[in-house]
């Protein structure tokens, strides 16, 4: 089973741009689906979570113009960016969590000043 995330691009910033991320089999008991970023020579860090029931969590970095969602018959998860600014240019991966974690190859977004 692989994650495969799209959505990444070049955009100014202001702007926003949509992530998904889809599992291409069948994954059981996810119970956690989230987006990370990371920037070179740094840790990848959380950028937003959601958990099957719905419930969001948030970088601080990412509250007030991120969204994250979830479609749990399709395995997938959505990030809405908005409002972009420089600091959010990062390659972004999606993870699932189930018994184990699985990992996306990651999309690249680039915001533009």
């Known amino acids: 089973v692989q994650l495969q995330a799209s959505g990444g691009g070049l955009v100014q910033a202001g702007g926003s741009l949509r992530l998904s991320c889809a599992a291409s089999?069948?994954?059981?008991?996810?119970?956690?689906m989230g987006w990370y970023r990371q920037t070179p020579g740094n840790q990848r860090e959380l950028v937003a979570s959601i958990t099957r029931g719905g419930t969001e969590n948030y970088a601080d970095s990412a509250k007030g113009r991120f969204t994250i969602s979830r479609d749990n018959a399709k395995n997938t998860v959505y990030l809405q960016m908005n409002s972009l600014n420089h600091e959010d240019t990062a390659v972004y991966y999606c993870?699932?969590?189930?018994?184990?974690?699985?990992w996306g190859q990651g999309t690249q977004v680039t915001v533009s000043s």
């Open positions: 993870k699932f969590t189930s018994w184990r974690a699985y």
């Open positions: 089999g069948s994954i059981s008991g996810i119970r956690v």
